[in-house]
């Protein structure tokens, strides 16, 4: 069965610094992995998502994910964190034959000015 | 706004009673995806629905029934209700089943059972 794994439940990182949310999973084919980040009292919002070709995938507001096969992982990175990037962020997979999403327990993301 | 229309925004209600939330998803999606988001439990899968029919089911009480009408909007409706099934409640929708390209949620319905 498919899952997805963040180890981390918060991550806190200065304005300014790079970042890096952490994502494994485990499906049985070829992944379909996504994130999402959602703010207070507000639904999940799409950033990005990788469904196959390069490893490296570019989303919404500066973010980038990269997907590594071996490891299995698809960790969120940013090379400089904002204050407004504060929030809780989603890792998703997606099995070839599944028909939902499953996503991981969320991270919540803290920039210090 | 993301296309997704939930109904109501805030409801609490007392325990034992039976609530329908709504959803009308984006123009043009045929998928529609139930979750709830508690704190304990993060967001789990209840139900999908594609085209007016059941496609997958989650982690879904007997209690907890949806459907999905010819107009694509959907109702979950939740019955003799616990203080256990106060959370967030999500919709959903794709534009395709196999949803490559992921889901638009709505602003999602809290419930509070008091």
């Known amino acids: 069965a498919q899952s997805v794994a963040q180890p981390e439940d918060q991550v806190n990182v200065a304005e300014g610094n790079p970042l890096t949310v952490k994502c494994t999973y485990s499906v049985s084919g070829n992944p379909y992995l996504f994130w999402y980040v959602q703010y207070p009292n507000r639904g999940l919002q799409f950033l990005l998502k990788?469904?196959?070709?390069?490893?490296l995938v570019k989303g919404s507001y500066g973010f980038e994910a990269e997907f590594n096969k071996s490891q299995t992982s698809f960790h969120l990175k940013k090379p400089s964190a904002l204050v407004s990037d504060s929030a809780l962020y989603f890792c998703a997979v997606r099995e070839n034959s599944a028909s939902k999403i499953i996503f991981g327990s969320g991270t919540r993301l803290s920039i210090r000015p | 706004d993301s296309g997704v229309t939930q109904t109501p925004k805030h409801l609490i209600t007392a325990t034992g009673q039976r609530v329908t939330l709504r959803c009308s998803p984006r123009?043009?999606?045929?998928?529609v995806y139930w979750y709830q988001q508690s704190l304990d439990q993060g967001l789990q899968f209840l139900i999908q629905y594609y085209n007016g029919e059941e496609r997958a089911k989650g982690n879904i009480l007997e209690r907890f029934s949806a459907q999905q009408f010819p107009d694509l909007h959907s109702e979950l409706n939740l019955s003799s209700l616990e203080l256990g099934d106060s959370a967030l409640y999500f919709c959903?929708?794709?534009?395709?089943?196999?949803?490559?390209?992921?889901?638009?949620f709505g602003s999602g319905t809290r419930l509070t059972v008091v």
């Open positions: 123009s043009g999606d045929l998928s």
């Open positions: 990788y469904i196959t070709g390069d490893n």
């Open positions: 959903a929708s794709s534009d395709r089943d196999k949803h490559f390209y992921g889901y638009t």
